[in-house]
């Protein structure tokens, strides 16, 4: 029933919208999941729908934490956009300038994206890309579970696109500048997770217990206000791990029994709290 509805949306909207372009849209349940979840999506991420686009031609690339958009009229613009995953993402927008742009769109257009067919394959660990292709004649959409170096040169002219992306705009500086950016909290990241932390800023008035664990954690973990925010301890109060370092200024000393400092280059920390204590424990006992 679920997929007869989509397609049923999909003619409507199509009839409604495009009746002049020809629509190629895979006949499988992830492509209609994904069309389904669309109007979200670009609504969330506030993106131009490309479906609907008269543009010369509109790339539109999907993965788990970023989407990369080429768009060719009077000139040729590309948008890469970073975010949190989740019901309420944190979201950059990093745009480029008409050289790089041309240069990204000539890498996808030499690796033939246009001729790239949807692969139904998929695994279990991993995540999907989906590529969207609009001309004013046509909209086509594939989908492919995380594309690797393989035979399949399908997959090949992917991963080739994927790769000339990353080198020509420096993803993995745009991806860290954005993560070290947020404020300190536990954030989804496609199927795995990371934290936010930092010490409190000078001016903050602080207890004399947070000022005594301030000292020690720097100390015994050799971390500082330069430390990757990525990298801090994981905080445990009672037995419960706590957002973060703040949550040590909600005590005084009278009201701590003991604080003790596991580090994660020993094992100890992961020993307790798995991935989560890598960059060590921070384990508080209160008296009350």
């Known amino acids: 029933m679920r997929i007869i509805t989509t397609i049923v949306f999909l003619l409507s909207f199509s009839n409604t919208l495009f009746c002049q372009k020809q629509f190629n849209i895979p006949d499988i349940p992830r492509i209609h999941n994904f069309i389904e979840r669309l109007p979200r999506l670009i609504k969330t991420h506030n993106l131009e729908e490309i479906r ?5 031609l509109n790339i539109r690339i999907w993965q788990s934490n970023s989407v990369m958009t080429v ?7 590309s948008e890469y956009q970073v975010f949190t995953t989740g019901s309420d993402p944190e979201i950059k927008d990093t745009t ?19 001729t790239v067919k949807d692969d139904p394959s998929s695994g ?9 292709i ?8 594939v989908s492919m579970w995380s594309p690797c170096d393989e035979k399949d040169q399908n997959k090949k002219r992917v991963v080739k696109i994927l790769r000339d992306i990353n080198e020509e705009i420096d993803t993995k500086k745009i991806i860290d500048d954005f993560q070290v950016s947020l404020d ?8 795995t997770s990371f934290s936010i932390d930092r010490f409190l800023d000078d001016e903050q008035e602080k207890t004399d217990f947070y000022k005594r664990a301030e000292a020690k954690i720097k100390n015994e973990l050799n971390i500082n206000e330069q430390t990757d925010p990525r990298h801090f301890p994981l905080v445990v109060i009672n037995g419960i791990p706590r957002t973060g370092i703040a949550d040590l200024n909600k005590y005084t000393d009278s009201e701590v029994e003991s604080i003790k400092v596991l580090s994660g280059s020993d094992g100890k920390g992961t020993e307790l709290y ?9 384990l508080i006992k209160t008296i009350n």
């Open 274 to 282: 798995g991935r989560r204590g890598e960059n060590g424990v921070v």
């Open 184 to 191: 300190p909290g536990g954030y989804s990241w496609g199927m």
């Open 96 to 114: 480029f300038s008409t050289a790089t742009s041309k240069r990204i769109l000539k890498s996808i257009l030499q690796n033939k994206v246009m």
């Open 124 to 132: 279990i660990d991993g995540a999907m890309v989906y590529i969207e």
């Open 134 to 141: 609009s001309t004013p004649e046509s909209y086509k959409i």
């Open 52 to 56: 609907a686009s008269e543009d010369s």
């Open 71 to 77: 768009s060719v009229d009077e000139e040729t613009v």
